[in-house]
């Protein structure tokens, strides 16, 4: 079965600081993954997907499939980057559901 | 606001009752999930259906059912069988398969067994 992990519960980086957040994964085939973020009293949300390639409010995250590793990151934290990240795992585009991590709370100082 | 709902906000049960949590979208998405959402364990994926009529168990399906008998909506009942029920509970939908926007998430149901 697949298994997602998020090695930190909290990450706290002030203001200005890049941002890391780590996701590892395994999954025997090739999966699809993503990052999903929950700002303070709103619903979860999707931020990103691998297959986008895209930056999403300047944050950034690429799959190595070498290292099984999809961390986000961002080179300048914002506060309002402050929430709840999960990374999350589907074996065929998410239709079956995903498999979450235990997610990571970032919180941004000033 | 909008696009799926969850009721109640706010559940109460005594231990042994069943009880149904609601889930209904406006999206017109096809299919529909429900999470288990405990402290410091992420979410949980307990049943989802991909198609009015059929759905499928995920990974902690013990002690929960589901129905999906309308497109728009997908209930869950707790059952008196689940051992640990009181948790928050998450109902997401999307399109078959996600796309872009991936997942819709509802604002959840907390659920206390008293």
């Known amino acids: 079965a697949q298994r997602v992990t998020q090695p930190e519960k909290l990450l706290s980086v002030f203001k200005g600081a890049p941002v890391e957040l780590k996701c590892n994964y395994s999954?025997?085939?090739?999966?699809?993954l993503f990052w999903y973020v929950q700002y303070s009293r709103q619903r979860l949300q999707l931020l990103l997907r691998?297959?986008s390639r895209e930056s999403i409010k300047g944050f950034t995250a690429d799959l190595n499939k070498g290292e099984t590793s999809f961390h986000l990151k961002k080179p300048f934290a914002q506060e309002e980057d402050s929430a709840m990240y999960y990374c999350a795992l589907s074996p065929g585009g998410g239709a079956d559901g995903l498999t979450f991590g235990k997610g990571t709370h970032l919180i941004i100082q000033p | 606001d909008g696009g799926i709902t969850q009721s109640p906000k706010y559940l109460f049960r005594k231990e042994g009752q069943n009880v149904t949590l609601s889930c209904e979208q406006n999206?017109?998405?096809?299919?529909m999930y429900w999470y288990r959402q405990d402290p410091g364990q992420g979410l949980r994926l307990i049943y989802y259906?991909?198609?009015?009529?059929?759905?499928q168990k995920g990974d902690i399906a013990e002690g929960y059912s589901v129905s999906r008998e309308k497109k728009e909506s997908f209930p869950l009942t707790v059952t008196s069988a689940q051992k640990n029920p009181t948790a928050f509970y998450l109902c997401?939908?999307?399109?078959?398969?996600?796309?872009?926007?991936?997942?819709?998430f509802g604002s959840g149901t907390r659920l206390t067994v008293v």
């Open positions: 999954y025997s085939g090739s999966p699809e």
């Open positions: 691998h297959i």
């Open positions: 997401a939908s999307s399109f078959t398969p996600p796309g872009f926007h991936g997942y819709t």
């Open positions: 999206l017109n998405h096809d299919a």
């Open positions: 259906s991909q198609i009015v009529n059929d759905f």
